[in-house]
């Protein structure tokens, strides 16, 4: 479904936080049959439960990016995610405003190039989120990157 993808887990040397996992999807083209899907859709789709989402606006290197955070639940593991979409120089954080972000950009006469950048860590102990420490990763994986990065992942020039 896309063009580019790219997986990793990163552990720091210290070990003092988790592993994160981080996942990259890139599209060059946002149309009706290929377009972004949701860890929403994805996550249940192979066996987790999903909890609410909630709505949350990244500070990354200075843009302020609109993101989502939820947390995913299977029998012997909790794992507090962060993520956002990115269609063309648009950030929609639910799949209705990706469907009225598509009819905007079509309306423009766009069919723009998207992707979704989603980290997350295991929690350690049950009660206790991470989603600190995810969204601190983030924004040094956001302060690291080049330009051609800043233009892939945040739209930025």
């Not at 939820?70 to 120089?89: F, K, N, P």
Request: net charge positive; hydrophobic share 45%.
């Amino acid at each position: 479904l896309y063009g580019d993808q790219l997986a990793r887990i990163y552990y720091r040397a210290d070990q003092a936080d988790l592993p994160m996992m981080l996942s990259i999807a890139y599209g060059q083209r946002q149309s009706d049959s290929l377009q972004l899907h949701r860890p929403e859709v994805c996550y249940p789709a192979v066996g987790f439960a999903v909890g609410p989402a909630r709505s949350l606006v990244l500070d990354l290197g200075g843009m302020q990016v609109p993101a989502v955070a939820l947390t995913a639940t299977s029998r012997d593991r909790i794992e507090d995610l962060v993520y956002w979409t990115r269609m063309g120089r648009r950030f929609p954080r639910s799949e209705a405003e990706q469907r009225e972000m598509r009819f905007a950009n079509a309306v423009e006469g766009l069919v723009p190039d998207g992707a979704l950048v989603r980290a997350s860590a295991i929690r350690a102990k049950p009660d206790v989120p991470v989603f600190g420490q995810v969204e601190a990763f983030l924004q040094a994986l956001a302060k690291s990157l080049g330009r051609d990065g800043r233009k892939v992942l945040l739209a930025a020039e």
